[in-house]
């Protein structure tokens, strides 16, 4: 680290970056990844310069963990590694109603904690074979009548920015098993299909994460349309990883890693409380993300917007393409429903 370089927009340390991986996931990083120690390095110091350079930044975390994950996402590619930046600070601050979903991760919100203990989302605590993490999805616990489309987004929120702090997950990525049981026709009032498209779309190329296998189970044929719509417009590279079942013990996952009740040995309330405890040991670092921000009124509408269409092209080719074109295409593509709920939204 250059030392005379004063980084005044970071809310964490600037560290000097030590790997402590086990050496199997360092090798797997780099075959897979292009990371190397010299790779890493430079990457990391590049991040740190542009980001204290860019003016449409105020502050943001610049710790070599934060910066890891979006060179570890975008296989240590600078400028994509900036573009999912810039898209990530963007959409934390994302308002509607005067509220800003993709912030206030705290996991002690009364509502979180009846979740949580519902097991609507848990990482399973042992690692698969390619050590990647479990995480265990059961929409059919959320009550669309008690509870808001936001705090389901809220809680995603909270399980997701906690496993990205550990850097295992960085390199070896997620799998999902989604447990549609209890999951029927009414729960489409919480979600249109387009909106779960652009949510789909947004978490693909905005959050830094390697999806790396999606396991479906036990699914409605109420929701068959919405299921088949979903991944007619995911990418060809997830809707190759997606497979669903109709039972339990048709599932490739090693069962022994998962609760009790899906053939594992570890009950789930044991389970949950472990994931409790993991999302509290993180729980200081990810709220002081709510401490990051940025200047919304320089970036082109469709970028604050969420636009999907927008995620097409990078942030500064938008902006030229806009000025260029005096207000026409893009300008015009707006969010609908800004001042409502999510069940307002369209698809571009």
């Not at 498209?197 to 905005?206: C, W």
Request: proline content about 5%.
């Amino acid at each position: 680290m250059d030392s005379k370089v004063c980084y005044t927009k970071s809310i964490t340390p600037i560290d000097d970056y030590i790997c402590t991986l086990p050496l199997d996931t360092q090798k797997l990083a780099e075959e897979e990844l292009r990371e190397t120690e010299t790779t890493r390095t430079q990457a990391i110091e590049a991040l740190r310069e542009w980001a204290q350079q860019n003016p449409r930044i105020k502050s943001l975390r610049l710790d070599a963990n934060f910066l890891l994950r979006f060179l570890r996402c975008k296989k240590f590619s600078i400028p994509m590694a900036k573009e999912m930046i810039e898209r990530y600070l963007v959409l934390r601050h994302y308002t509607y109603d005067n509220m800003k979903p993709f912030q206030n991760f705290d996991m002690n919100m009364p509502v979180m904690q009846e979740l949580l203990d519902a097991g609507y989302i848990f990482a399973c605590p042992k690692r698969d074979h390619l050590n990647r993490r479990i995480i265990m999805i059961r929409p059919g616990v959320f009550n669309p009548s008690k509870h808001f489309n936001y705090e389901m987004v809220k809680l995603h929120g909270i399980a997701f920015e906690t496993l990205m702090e550990d850097e295992m997950n960085h390199i070896h990525g997620f799998v999902y098993i989604i447990d549609s049981t209890g999951l029927a026709f009414h729960y489409l009032t919480l979600f249109t299909p387009h909106e779960a498209y652009r949510i789909g779309r947004n978490l693909e190329k905005v959050v830094p994460m390697r999806h790396k296998s999606i396991h479906g189970l036990k699914v409605h044929p109420s929701l068959k349309f919405t299921v088949d719509f979903a991944l007619s417009q995911m990418s060809e590279k997830m809707r190759k990883r997606v497979t669903l079942y109709k039972n339990i013990e048709d599932i490739t996952v090693d069962k022994n890693l998962l609760p009790a009740e899906y053939g594992g040995q570890i009950p789930m309330k044991e389970m949950i409380s472990a994931f409790k405890k993991e999302l509290e040991s993180k729980r200081s670092i990810i709220l002081k993300n709510d401490n990051s921000d940025v200047f919304l009124e320089m970036y082109p509408e469709p970028v604050r917007n969420g636009s999907v269409r927008s995620l097409k092209t990078t942030i500064d080719d938008l902006e030229a393409q806009l000025n260029k074109n005096n207000n026409n295409g893009f300008s015009k593509i707006e969010l609908q429903g800004v001042q409502g709920s999510f069940r307002k939204l369209e698809i571009d």
